[in-house]
């Protein structure tokens, strides 16, 4: 048993659709336990701040474009092993190669407004959730 926290968002492409709601009831049947949730619409310096590990990449200044353009709302979830179940959960990043009944293949728009983000490591979780919240807005059960 390894319970795990992983940051979640939805991305803004997501929450603009208006399918932030389906995203979490996904979550919720998933057994994941959503410890925090918030909308923030994010400035550009924020958002490169976020996906700093991304600055030599040739989309970085495009997603990060992407990220300020409306709310999205980022989420701490915990489980048994939540940032692999959840990744499971979004499907590719591509949804064009996303598996069938994952959240891409059914809300993304593109590579890029791929509608959630999810941490891939524990040492990711480790940065992304206090870039978020603050302890005190964590409602562990
Ligand atoms: P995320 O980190 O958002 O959970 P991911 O881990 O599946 O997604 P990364 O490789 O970390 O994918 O890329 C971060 C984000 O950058 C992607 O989710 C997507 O929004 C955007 N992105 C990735 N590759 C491309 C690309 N080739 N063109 C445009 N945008 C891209
Ligand atoms: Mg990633």
Known sequence: MTIQRTLAIVKPDAVAKGVAGEIITRIERASFTILAAKLVHMSLAEARGFYIVHRERPFYDSLCAFMTQGPCMPMVLEGESAIQRWRDLMGATDPAKAASG???????????????????????????????????ELCPR
């Open 102 to 136: 994952t959240i891409r293949k059914d809300f993304a728009t593109s590579i890029e407004a791929n509608a959630v983000h999810g941490s891939d490591s524990p040492e990711s979780a480790s940065f992304e959730i206090p870039y978020f919240f603050s302890s005190f």
